[in-house]
């Protein structure tokens, strides 16, 4: 299953229409050892904390700070120049986060099924069928795929969460320094992104299979699925910002991390933005969630746990 870019006439709005094809793969199944903390104990930063030792159900806690977020193509010697760099990427401004969690793969078939079994996750929020994750038991641990924004901000409540800011993830993303491609200091390729020419077969790979990248030990930012953010999509400002939520409104939800399909350098970089429409439903878009570092661990883990349970 691919998508094809279609312009809507504005910077960062995408419109893809997805075209079939016959998916046959080797579905090849990782498992990651949770490591064991005392009942109530807030595990060191970047080290995953799992529900049910289950590497699907992991969060990390990522420490925040503060960094300067977007990317200009005018001038060299200012802070994050990049030829690449499209206009809605600037201004380039400075952003202070606090620490947060952040779960360290995306959400696979089978955790959202659940969600949708315990009756807190809408049936017809994510896609069945062919090159879909959804109900297909040789896919159940890939990313969950064909989902609207809805549906992932709703399993993100279910565990306690929410959908991680567009601050978060690109954070997250530059490594809590200016780094300019996801997760690395040069284009991210196989096994560090799965994308067009590179691990990609075709289809998502499952999430749990990482590498968990430093210094947070989070994986697959870079290709598989787009990612949903909690952020409508808006220019940026200038001024300098703590805990940016984005727009009070809006036409598109904001994405980020290339796909699988992925082939262009440009959506490789930490601070490219994407924007979708919230209820489109397209095979190449996934998400993972985030939660308040105030928040006890377990409370943020607390829904995956009852989950496993039943």
């Known amino acids: 299953m691919s998508t094809t870019p279609v312009e809507e ?41 799992c529900a049910g030792g289950s590497s699907h159900a992991c969060m990390v ?21 990049d030829p690449l760099a499209e206009p809605h990427e600037a201004p380039v401004h400075e952003v202070i986060l606090p620490p947060f969690w952040m779960h360290q793969a995306e959400v696979s078939a089978m955790d959202f099924l659940h969600c949708i079994e315990m009756g807190d996750c809408p049936a017809d929020s994510a896609m069945r069928g062919s090159g879909f994750s959804l109900g297909r038991g040789e896919n159940e641990r890939w990313p969950i795929n064909g989902v609207t924004w809805a549906g992932a901000e709703a399993f993100c409540r279910h565990i306690g969460g929410r959908l991680p800011t567009e601050a978060e993830w690109e954070f ?13 200091n040069d284009r991210p390729r196989c096994p560090r992104a799965v994308v067009d020419g590179g691990c990609s077969t075709g289809h998502p790979l499952p999430a749990s299979l990482g ?8 994986g697959c930012l870079a290709g598989n699925v787009w990612e949903w953010t909690a952020d409508w999509y808006g220019p ?68 995956l746990r009852r989950k496993k349970s039943h």
Not at 62 to 78: E, N
Not at 211 to 216: A, L, N
Not at 241 to 248: D, I, K, L, N
Request: charged residues 25%.
């Open 211 to 218: 590498p968990w990248m430093p210094p947070y030990n989070i």
């Open 236 to 303: 940026y400002g200038a001024e300098r910002q703590e805990s940016p939520r984005g727009p009070s409104s809006g036409s598109a939800r904001v994405q980020r991390g290339g796909s699988y399909a992925t082939r262009e350098d440009a959506e490789m970089r930490s601070a490219h933005r994407a924007a979708l429409e919230p209820e489109l439903q397209l095979d190449d878009v996934g998400f993972r969630c985030a939660a308040d570092a105030s928040a006890p661990w377990k409370r943020a883990l607390e829904g």
């Open 9 to 49: 006439g504005r910077p960062g709005i995408r419109r893809r229409v997805v075209r079939s094809i016959v998916l046959l793969a080797v579905l090849v199944v990782g498992v990651r050892a949770a490591k064991p903390y005392l009942r109530g104990s807030v595990p060191p930063e970047g080290t995953p904390d």
């Open 172 to 184: 997250v993303a530059r490594g809590g320094r200016q780094q300019r491609w996801i997760q690395s």
């Open 61 to 81: 806690l990522v420490p925040g700070g503060t960094f300067l977020m977007g990317a200009q193509s005018a001038d060299p010697a200012a802070p994050n120049f």
